[in-house]
């Protein structure tokens, strides 16, 4: 079964239309690209899959599951559906610890201690134990992204999403947060990526969608997609990333 | 940019301070300081000894024996001591903070949550803000002071003056104070209400551990400053009855006429108000440096 | 009313205080005569031409009739008149200027040449400004609500134990610091007003007053709908040697004059007369002591 699906999702902001029928499946252990311009709709499609944007028509789907009957909780299925996001967002004045532990203890409500002795391990594996105890504003860009990939993980989620993570990095730091998402990947993650870095779209998804204009143009595997492109807009996309 | 080694740039001395200022940088600076300080300050002195009332003022506002009495009180002439009524002025604005800071924190807290349960709150929370910063303190200070009691409600209508003084303080300045930290938390940016609302926490936890630590750090300054502004509003409630130390000094004035006891009063409250001032220019400025920290 | 303002000068100055009135004061050296005065008074004026008296807005009665001082009426409007009689300054060369009592006493020129306002004389006071000898010898009484349990328990021992209020700078609030010393203190209010406030909403048990102005206040000013009285005066204090004088500047030349009148308008009975006039319903309230 899914674990996330779309089925012709719509969204406007007043008359503007953002999404128009856009379906997505995506199976548990795989990783799926949104590739596209920016403004073209990818991070409002992940808000809308975590519920941080009500849609206005089509449905969202959690393990087959419609999130859009009024019984459903936001707050329990976001605790599914983790994001991370460009500017990182991590919490200014929690240390790293804390900023890790904050999902698993006040929003799973878990034990301290344990909760704690986890994060130290996920932590351990991005090299960043040592920093536990620094507050954000001390640690590079490329470290912050990943203790935010790692709060995300704290909450044992379903699927990870990730909007467009490397793109506020300097350039030198991208490489480090790329190499976690490989190992992620690698592990099994299930992960959603919008994402503007080509060449790690092409090795680690298993399929690849394009988004031009609130529509999904094109998808299909990184080979589809990068090397043999069918419509018009992806290869004139794809030409101006090169 | 110039490179004195080649000898065609222009003379060393040229990129000389003058003399003058010299003389006032480092140590010697210091000294010439503190010289124009005491000079200023002896010129602002001399005024009261050079103006034909210059004696008069120093008799009427700087009696140092007036003031002492005023400060120590006199029983046997029904003098009540300046010292003593600042006791009433500290126990007032310390209750009247506690309850400002908690009061105005709920009141923010309505105006800007967006659940349909809260409208009411919220409407309650803008309209309370908006009567209560309206109004001047001292007939806020009058109604519940002479309003409460006329109402005959048991308990509520026989408080000392002190008390209704403190439930006016506090319901005036919890909507000043309500104010501050509603800009504290629209100054949160909005990337922490997304980041903490994904990770599934609810919108209550959300506000309790992610905005409201960051929006109470910011608005710390501009909170202390509102509490200095109320510590000496707590001399409006001499109004309703209560002996502060602003009252005190009057009936000292009034009986003897002699103004010392206003100096003496105005003396005490700077001892409150000072080391409260710097404090809040101290934490100003470690909040100035640690943003510009952060910057580079 | 306004009140008879000032600081009880305690039990040891009591009885000195009387010979300080008897020997009167400090402005000018000796008395000059009368005689004399009706020409030299006339340079000593604040505003050539008219003798400038200030009092305090509102004017309260008895001391004052409608807010109106210059109309003659009322003890203290009666005497300031009776005094420039005195001076042979006519009725029409008196003018009235208001001087809140917080002013009376700043340091700096005065815009009158005197001031009648229920101020009552001490040493203290006399070093900041100049006192005629006193136009009344003041005593305290006590104004509670009708029915309350200070009406019948008043035992210097019992008189202790009540709240109390007054107006700030009064000689009533200053009795019952230095006299009673109630076990809670005394609430000290802006206006007399709202002292009288106070005591209708049973906020303070008591207030302190001179006995002219606590008898009309029981009489007249605190009454119901159908003009009932709501108050009562309890009693008043015995002596304490406190009395009211005019407020000159500090060493005003006029000083020797307007005793040399007030003297004189107590000798030939002018004094007691207009007491009786103005003053005379109040006669009848029994002694208590503090």
């Known amino acids: 079964m899914s674990v996330l699906e779309l089925r012709h999702v719509e969204k406007r902001f007043g008359e503007h239309p953002v999404l128009r029928d856009v379906s997505l499946t995506l199976e548990a252990h795989r990783v799926a690209c949104l590739i596209g311009a920016s403004g073209s709709g990818k991070s409002t499609l992940l808000r809308c899959a975590n519920l941080l944007e009500p849609i206005d028509a089509g449905d969202v789907l959690l393990h087959g599951q419609s999130l859009s009957d009024p019984r459903v909780d936001p707050n329990l299925v976001r605790r599914e559906i983790a994001m991370v996001f460009q500017s990182f967002n991590l919490f200014p004045h929690l240390s790293v610890l804390d900023n890790v532990l904050l999902g698993p203890r006040y929003a799973l409500g878990r034990d301290r201690a344990e909760a704690e002795s986890e994060a130290r391990t996920l932590l351990a594996r991005i090299g960043l134990e040592s920093r536990a105890g620094d507050y954000p504003d001390r640690l590079s860009g490329g470290q912050q992204q990943r203790v935010a990939i790692v709060r995300s993980l704290a909450m044992r989620p379903s699927v990870l999403l990730l909007d467009e993570v490397t793109s506020a990095l300097d350039p030198t730091l991208v490489g480090e947060v790329l190499d976690l998402l490989r190992d992620l990947a690698t592990a099994g993650t299930t992960m959603l990526i919008a994402t503007h870095e080509m060449a790690f779209a092409r090795d680690v998804a298993s399929e690849v969608l394009f988004l031009e204009e609130g529509v999904i143009v094109e998808r299909g595997t990184p080979a589809q997609i990068f090397d043999d492109p069918q419509e018009p807009a992806t290869r004139a996309f794809l030409r101006r990333t090169e | 940019m110039t490179d004195s080694s080649e000898g065609t740039g222009p003379d060393p001395a040229r990129l000389y301070l003058p003399r003058r200022k010299v003389a006032f940088a480092g140590r010697r600076g210091t000294a010439v300081s503190a010289v124009s300080s005491v000079a200023v300050i002896a010129l602002l002195v001399s005024v009261f000894f050079w103006a034909p009332g210059g004696a008069n003022v120093r008799a009427t506002f700087f009696s140092f024996h007036d003031m002492w009495v005023a400060f120590r009180g006199d029983p046997s002439k029904g003098l009540l001591s300046v010292g003593s009524g600042l006791i009433t002025n500290i126990w007032m604005f310390l209750l009247s903070e506690v309850l400002v800071l908690a009061i105005g924190l709920l009141i923010a807290v309505a105006r800007v949550s967006r659940s349909p349960v809260l409208a009411p709150f919220r409407v309650l929370a803008t309209l309370y803000t908006d009567v209560f910063r309206g109004i001047p303190i001292l007939l806020v200070v009058y109604i519940i002071g002479f309003g409460l009691p006329a109402l005959s409600l048991g308990a509520i209508s026989s408080q000392s003056p002190a008390v209704y003084g403190v439930t006016a303080l506090t319901i005036s300045y919890s909507a000043y104070v309500a104010e501050v930290y509603r800009a504290g938390i629209n100054s949160v940016p909005h990337g922490q209400i997304l980041a903490a609302r994904s990770l599934g926490l609810t919108y209550a936890a959300t506000m309790r551990r992610v905005v409201l630590p960051q929006a109470v750090r910011t608005v710390i300054p501009p909170l202390l400053n509102d509490f200095i502004s109320m510590q000496k509003d707590t001399a409006l409630v001499s109004t309703l009855g209560a002996i502060e130390a602003t009252r005190a000094a009057q009936i000292y004035s009034s009986t003897v006429f002699n103004f010392s006891s206003y100096v003496v009063a105005a003396l005490l409250f700077l001892v409150l108000t000072v080391p409260l001032t710097r404090y809040t220019d101290h934490l100003i400025a470690r909040d100035r440096s640690r943003r510009l920290a952060g910057a580079s | ?290």
């Open chain 3, 1 to 290: 009313m306004r009140l008879t303002r000032l600081t009880l000068s305690a039990a040891l100055v009591g009885a000195a205080l009387t010979g300080v009135v008897a020997a009167a004061p400090s402005g000018a050296a000796s008395t000059p005569s009368l005689a004399s005065c009706k020409t030299s008074i006339k340079s000593q004026e604040h505003q050539k031409g008219y003798l400038t008296v200030a009092t305090d807005s509102p004017a309260y009665t008895p001391w004052f009739v409608n807010n109106k001082p210059s109309n003659g009426k009322g003890y203290e409007s009666a005497v300031a008149y009776a005094i420039a009689g005195a001076l042979g300054i006519s009725k029409s060369h008196v003018k009235w200027v208001v001087e809140p009592f917080d002013a009376s006493y700043a340091p700096g020129p005065k815009p009158f040449d005197f001031d009648i306002n229920e101020i009552s004389y001490t040493a203290d006071r006399a070093k900041a400004v100049s006192f005629s000898t006193s136009y009344y010898d003041v005593q305290q009484s006590i104004v509670a609500m009708k029915g309350t349990k200070i009406v019948k328990a008043h035992s210097p021992a019992q008189l202790r134990t009540y709240q109390y209020g007054d107006q700030i700078g009064t000689t009533g609030l200053a009795f019952i610091n230095s006299y009673i010393k109630p076990t809670k203190p005394a609430r000290v209010y802006n206006t007399l007003d709202e002292a009288v406030a106070a005591l209708q909403e049973h906020l303070i048990d008591a207030l302190v007053i001179d006995t002219p102005t606590g008898q009309y206040m029981a009489s007249a000013q605190i009454v119901d709908k159908k003009n009932k009285p709501l108050a009562v005066q309890v009693g008043q204090f015995p002596s304490v040697g406190e009395h009211y004088g005019l407020l000159f500047q500090k060493g005003s030349p006029m000083v020797g004059c307007v005793d040399a009148a007030i003297a004189q308008l107590r000798h030939n009975g002018t004094l007691a007369q207009l007491t009786k006039k103005w003053l005379g319903i109040y006669t009848s309230v029994p002694l208590i002591k503090p």
